[in-house]
Every structure is written in C-alpha cells, then in structure tokens.
C-alpha cells in the first residue's frame, strides 16, 4: 500500500470547497485514518475502514478521536520543534474562533472528506481496490523481482508514495518560507530539541526491530512491520517525551 503519511498529499486542493473552508488538521487526519489500525495490530478493523461504510463507522470516529489527541497534547508537542517550525506551526493550528457547532460541522466534513481521498488513492494502488479489480491494465505484470511478480498498479503505488511525499516537502518548504522569521533565541535549547527528536528516532526504530525479532517476524514482511511498529512506537515517544520536557522546563523557570 502506499505510505501512510503520503496520503495527506491528496488533501491539499480540498482546503476550500465552495464557500467552505475545510480545517487542515481535520483533513490530514481524515487521510491517515484508515491506516491508522495497522499500526495497532488490527488488519481486520483498518481493511473495514477504508470502505464506504468504514468511512463513517470507523474512521470518522477515530478521527475525531485522535484530532481530540491532539489538541489536548498540542502545547506540549510543538514546543518540542525546533524553530521556525515551532511558531509557524503553532499558528497555523491555532482555533479560528469559529462558532463551535459550525466548527464540529466543518470538522467532519474534513475527516469525511480526508478518508475518502485515501481509499480512493488505494483503490488503485492496493491489489483489493476496486479499481485494481474492475481495471485490467492495472494488473498487468511489469517485472519480476526476487521471484516476486510486479504489477502495474505497484509501480503505481510506489510512485505515488515518492511523488506524494516530495509535494508535501515541496509544499511545506515553500509555506514556511512565507512565515514570519523567526530567530532561535535559545541555541542551547534547540539543541536538545534535536537531540530529544533525533533519540526518539532511533529508539522507535531500534524498539521496532526487537519487537518484530521477539514475534517471529522476518522475509518479506519485515520492512512492513518495522515501519508500522517504529511508527507506533515514535508517536508514543514523541508524546511521552514532549511531556516531560515541558514539565521540566516548567520547573527550571519556576525554581529561576
């Protein structure tokens, strides 16, 4: 399947519909969330949230869910950034003021409208998609690797997941040259930001490896169930270590 984190690539012309304006975090999350039981271990619930009725039964709810996460988490995380990244994105996901009722309103609508552009980007990339199915050119066979037959629609998803990530980069680089400068007044302190991201990096992936060795993972499979783990295991790192580091920031300028 293609990347996860590729999958917020195909929300970037949806940030407007019409009169309405769709809440970016709503929508980056809304295009990760079928995906996001994999990284738990459930196949069987994450195949069910990319269909029709998964989108509303599972990935709406979970969605909001981890949408709820992070904005009660949020304060913490940013300030684990390195600037400029810090202030920009603070910013940009700060609340709009927005009368709530219509806030929630435009919330689902972005998670709802998130969803959908996953599957359908997956319709076409992953061997069950319906596109894949009813399109035979999809399936024709293009190489053989390893012993391994290579079709179409797996170029499609590879290449889709180098070009959906490089427009994310692209994106952002260029959103973020338009941000107000702004100058890290704390060298010190960003340093050991860095250094926090960097370990949590590499205790994710080092964690991962040992937990698919102690199940018995290996072959093919492996590069897979590394990324989910490492994946999961960062974003727990990420949280746990944003928390303590803002409470001992906030005890080292209380006891200053």
């Known amino acids: 399947m293609p990347w996860t984190f590729a999958h917020p690539a195909a929300i970037l012309p949806l940030r407007r519909i019409g009169p309405l304006r769709l809440p970016m975090g709503a929508l980056v999350v809304g295009s990760i969330s079928p995906d996001i039981f994999y990284y738990f271990g459930i196949f069987s619930v994450a ?11 599972v990935c709406l709810p979970v969605g909001a869910a981890c949408l709820a996460l992070f904005y009660l988490v949020r304060g913490p995380v940013l300030n ?36 959908a552009t996953h599957t359908i980007w997956d319709a076409f990339t992953h061997v069950t998609g319906y596109a894949v199915q009813s399109i035979a050119i999809l399936r024709i066979p293009v190489a053989r690797i390893a012993g391994h037959e290579l079709y179409l629609f797996h170029i499609l998803q590879h290449a889709s997941t180098v070009l959906g990530v490089a427009i994310l980069i692209g994106v952002y680089t260029h959103w973020l040259r338009r941000q107000p400068t702004v100058l890290a007044t704390q060298p010190g302190a960003e340093r ?22 102690a199940t018995g993972v290996s072959g093919s499979s492996l590069v897979f169930r590394v990324a989910i783990y490492a994946t999961s295991t960062f974003g727990i790192c990420i949280i746990a270590a944003a928390l303590i580091y803002r409470a001992c920031s906030d005890l080292l300028s209380k006891s200053g």
Request: hydrophobic share 50%; glycine share 8%; aromatic share 8%.
């Open 192 to 213: 050991i930001r860095l250094t926090i991201l960097a370990g949590c990096g590499v205790l994710a992936v080092v964690m991962a490896f040992l937990i698919s060795f």
């Open 47 to 57: 195949t069910f949230a990319h269909t029709t009725a998964g989108i509303f039964m």
């Open 80 to 115: 684990l950034l390195p600037q400029p990244h810090r202030d920009a994105i603070q910013r940009a996901t700060s609340h709009d003021g927005q009368h709530r009722s219509r806030a929630y309103l435009l919330q689902a609508a972005g998670l709802v409208a998130g969803a």
